[in-house]
């Protein structure tokens, strides 16, 4: 009997068996169990780009903020692989060339983070519509472009982080990071510890509920009092708020900490960046070899700007000395140093009259070339031999014992 090679027809598919196992139900509809998808098989759809936000990117470069990107693609001044964008909703990868008013967008720069001592009197702002001086307008003009992280209030001072990094700006603002920021207060008034008691409940001021505080009384200096101040949010003028609320006016705020990131003996305008170890220990991120002490940089001259290129009076032009040419500025400048001084209204009078001046000492001598005087050996003092013939003593010398 010739074998059958043809294939067994397909089953029905109300015959195909079920897998045994557990049944997942869902929540009920009318009656019925709906089957929820498993998480396992739920997968991105397939047409989702590549790569991150054309804002994000040019954030990440630091050439904007996000919101100013968005702005300036608005405008048509951002283009991608040549062909200018009218709409921020554009992923983008490294491999993608990126213009932006005609400049090409590198690689974004490592994540840097900045303790800057705010002065009083500046915006914590890029631009102010009232035309008052802004904290990025009194950086120092070697600084790239720079972010704040949160803000200080016009009349407030103190610690002002800054990054060039919009992520690592996000990530420090937010409030599940939970750094305490202390401040240092000082208030008109002298209250007691029953007084503050509501800031460390927390307190509710017009309608707006603020987290528990840790306040201290440091010291009460005449009609006012030093308070330390710690909390773990910043909304707008919070702690002079809360303090009007139990009738103390805040008269001085100065901002010593933000997390782990203090003030220390920073003066205000100063800039000193942070380390890339401290950076990479507390964040996780930072440059890779970064050992150096930390540097420090001053604020501006009054009336001076970022853009300012000029260097400060007296400072060294920095050029380099030729060949033999410091050795010849040695030379003069020891040859000024030995050079035999004059000194007395005499002197000056010979000068003023062209005679050649009086000059004394050694030195004076050397440079006329006159031979110097012989110096008078030491006259030598005679000693006694032992068991020669004694000399006779002076009177009143020392009596022999047993005299």
Same mark, same amino acid.
């Given at each position: 009997m010739a074998e059958n090679t043809n294939p067994p027809k397909s089953a029905p598919k109300t015959a195909v068996p079920k897998i045994a196992g557990p049944k997942i139900e869902g929540p009920r509809v009318e009656g019925k169990a709906v089957e929820r998808k498993s998480a396992v098989a739920a997968k991105p759809a397939a047409g989702t780009p590549e790569g991150d936000r054309i804002a994000k990117v040019l954030s990440r470069a630091g050439v904007a903020s996000r919101r100013e990107a968005e702005r300036m693609i608005e405008f048509g001044e951002v283009s991608v692989n040549g062909k200018v964008i009218d709409s921020p909703a554009l992923n983008v990868t490294s491999k993608d060339k990126i213009v932006v008013r005609g400049v090409v967008v590198g690689e974004p720069e490592q994540a840097r983070l900045w303790l800057y001592y705010k002065p009083e009197g500046l915006v914590t702002s890029e631009s102010d519509e009232k035309g008052r001086e802004t904290v990025f307008d009194n950086l120092p003009a070697e600084l790239p472009r720079v972010m704040s992280v949160g803000r200080l209030d016009l009349n407030s001072e103190g610690l002002l982080l800054l990054t060039n990094?919009?992520?690592?700006?996000?990530?420090?603002?937010l409030p599940s990071t939970g750094w305490l920021r202390k401040y240092r207060v000082r208030v008109n008034g002298n209250p007691v510890d029953p007084d503050l008691e509501p800031l460390r409940k927390g307190i509710v001021v017009e309608g707006e509920r603020f987290q528990p505080m840790i306040v201290v009384i440091d010291r009460i200096q005449g009609a006012n009092a030093w308070l330390t101040v710690g909390l773990r949010e910043g909304k707008n003028r919070e702690i002079r708020r809360a303090m009007a609320a139990i009738n103390l006016t805040v008269n001085r705020l100065i901002r010593v900490s933000y997390g782990p990131f203090r003030l220390n003996d920073l003066q205000p305008g100063e800039v000193e960046e942070v380390k890339g170890k401290v950076l990479r220990d507390q964040l996780g991120q930072g440059a890779t070899v970064d050992e150096d002490a930390p540097k420090r940089t001053r604020a501006p001259r009054a009336g001076a700007s970022r @853009?300012? &290129?000029? $260097? +400060?009076?007296?400072?060294?032009?920095?050029? #380099?000395?030729?060949?033999?040419?410091?050795? =010849?500025?040695?030379?003069?400048?020891?040859?000024?140093?030995?050079?035999?001084?004059?000194?007395? @209204?005499? &002197?000056? $009078? +010979?000068?003023?009259?062209?005679?050649?001046? #009086?000059?004394?000492?050694?030195?004076?001598? =050397?440079?006329d070339g006159g031979a110097l005087r012989p110096a008078k050996p030491p006259a030598k003092r005679a000693t006694p031999t032992r068991g020669g013939p004694a000399g006779p003593k002076p009177a009143g010398g020392r009596p022999k014992r047993g005299a």
């Open positions: 990094d919009g992520a690592l700006k996000r990530r420090l603002e @853009t300012t &290129t000029g $260097k +400060a009076d007296g400072a060294s032009s920095g050029r #380099r000395l030729k060949s033999g040419e410091g050795l =010849k500025q040695l030379s003069e400048a020891w040859g000024e140093a030995v050079k035999p001084r004059v000194f007395g @209204t005499a &002197t000056k $009078k +010979a000068e003023a009259e062209g005679g050649k001046p #009086r000059t004394f000492g050694t030195a004076a001598k =050397k440079a």
